[in-house]
């Protein structure tokens, strides 16, 4: 029942840039299964309403489809991949971008016992479950409110946070609660991931980042292994790859160049990592992208 709501609704307010009227709310819709992209996930609940997905992060694999949602609670490097999708059926998915500052203060309004207790590690950054009727029914009234323009302003705050509540208290609430948590595991790792993510090119000590991020040595290897399948340095060289391959988009006949400005002094080094991560190497792939338009970001979306 609530599925069949929610393809209508998707369908009928899926745009080309998959941006709609209500700010952090987007949809998707694709019409054809595309072969693996890389792409960063933002910190976005995602729900599938036809269709399927299939996301790598590092090690781990993840698939979603009909019914059930992805939550990203960090903004990580991933391979996605529509593995359901045609004309006849295309592929349809909400997505909400997850605010830490909302998750923060809806932490502090509630009461003690409102909330399941958090352990004590660093939940993944990245978790499937099934959608509850609860989480459904909230993700159509706010879609509803596409096609209530008065009421929207008013209604779609509140709807939004009743949607952050049910996951904050649904399965895979530890993900979402540290999220609004100053001091827990997980903000510690967002810290050395945006610190990685702003300064890629440049080599760095673990040991720096580490007490950067407020954590010893040993507890930042785990938590950061915790929440993003990798290592701080295969993090960094998944981050310099995505960058490379946009630069040559742009510019497709200064292979060196680029691989120098994301960090690689050796081009050999450059050319044999960016053909393990993305199929072939730096020239050919340019070639390709020069070709064709630049790859939409896919995320974890639908």
């Known amino acids: 029942m609530y599925l069949e709501e929610l393809r209508t609704l998707l369908a009928r307010h899926a745009g080309p840039d998959w941006t709609t009227a209500i700010d952090g709310v987007l949809i998707s819709k694709v019409d054809r299964p595309d072969p693996p992209e890389p792409s960063m996930t933002g910190t976005v609940l995602a729900v599938i309403a036809q269709g399927s997905k299939r996301l790598a992060l590092g090690d781990r694999v993840y698939e979603y489809g009909p019914g059930q949602y992805l939550v990203a609670s960090v903004d990580l490097p991933v391979t996605g991949q529509f ?18 500052s909302a998750v923060a203060e809806l932490l502090l309004e509630a009461g003690p016992g409102d909330t399941p207790r958090t352990g004590g590690g660093a939940p993944s950054g990245i978790a499937v479950s099934d959608a509850s009727p609860a989480l459904l029914d909230a993700v159509i009234r706010l879609l509803r409110l596409l096609d209530e323009p008065h009421d929207r302003a008013v209604l779609a705050p509140m709807v939004k946070r009743e949607i952050l509540w049910r996951l904050m208290t649904g399965e895979q609430g530890a993900t979402v609660r540290q999220l609004g ?7 510690h790792v967002s810290r050395a991931v945006r610190w990685i993510r702003e300064h890629y090119a440049q080599p760095f000590r673990v040991e720096d980042v580490a007490r950067r991020s407020g954590m010893s040595v040993s507890a930042f290897y785990r938590n950061f292994q915790a929440v993003t399948a990798m290592s701080p340095i295969q993090f960094q060289k998944q981050i310099r790859l995505q960058e490379a391959r946009l630069l040559l988009a742009t510019h497709p006949n200064d292979v060196t160049g680029v691989g120098q400005r994301v960090g690689y002094d050796n081009p050999s080094q450059f050319s044999r ?25 896919v995320g974890v979306l639908p």
């Not at 190497?281 to 020069?290: E, K, T």
């Open 83 to 100: 593995t359901q999708a045609d004309p006849e059926r295309p592929a349809l998915g909400f997505g909400l971008v997850l605010e830490p």
């Open 181 to 187: 948590l100053a001091d827990s595991s997980l903000s």
């Open 273 to 297: 990592e960016y053909r393990r991560q993305f199929g072939a190497p730096p020239s050919r792939d340019a070639a390709r992208l020069r070709g064709d338009t630049v790859p939409a970001p």
